[in-house]
């Protein structure tokens, strides 16, 4: 982890920020990504809800937006291991907000990786001063995602009603004042 990659330092984990080229080495699985990240493998990968079409989707968010890639997927690393993925889906809106979302693989799962990381994004959206919000959704059987939210400040707000996955909830924290 060195070099000019942009990196996110917590107390317990660190965010590398997701290159293209990084998106390259995980298609070619989990070993690859940590060997360009120069940290160990993970236990296993990819974490849950990152997959080809994930990565794909987050290359066409850095082609979008070059000038931000803060903005698009982090790497979290814990003990020099590759433990899950986190981020941003873009830029802040013209409302000053923006969603985040983050996925740990299922064996660093109860070790406080997925708080710390959402708290790091948290407060990395909120030096921007277009940023006024950051939301985060999740699914009502996703109770261990749910803590996270509220451990970081957020509250639920609502939700809606997705085709696809059905009940989603909608949870957000406002900049302090």
């Known amino acids: 982890m060195t070099g000019s990659m942009l990196v996110e330092r917590g107390q317990v984990i660190s965010l590398i920020c ?3 080229d990084m998106f390259d080495a995980e298609d070619a699985g989990g070993e690859a990504i940590a060997t360009r990240l120069g940290v160990k493998s993970p236990v296993s990968w ?3 809800h990152n997959d080809t079409a994930t990565r794909d989707w987050m290359r066409g968010l850095l082609a979008d937006s070059p000038d931000e890639p803060g903005y698009v997927c982090w790497y979290m690393v814990a003990q020099n291991r590759l433990v899950g993925i986190c981020g941003f889906k873009g830029p802040p809106t013209d409302k000053g907000e923006v969603e ?3 996925s740990v693989v299922e064996a660093e799962h109860r070790k406080g990786y ?3 990381a959402a708290g790091l ?6 030096r921007d001063p277009r940023v006024a919000v950051v ?3 999740t699914l009502p059987v996703l109770i261990a995602s749910q ?3 509220t451990r970081c400040g957020f509250a639920h707000v609502g939700g809606y009603i997705d085709a696809q996955e059905g009940q989603i909830m909608r949870f957000e924290v406002r900049r302090p004042d």
């Open 18 to 20: 997701a290159t293209p």
């Open 46 to 48: 990819p974490p849950e």
């Open 100 to 102: 985040i979302g983050y």
């Open 114 to 116: 997925g708080v710390e």
């Open 121 to 126: 994004l948290v407060a990395r959206a909120f």
């Open 135 to 137: 939301t985060a959704e």
């Open 147 to 149: 803590k996270v939210l």
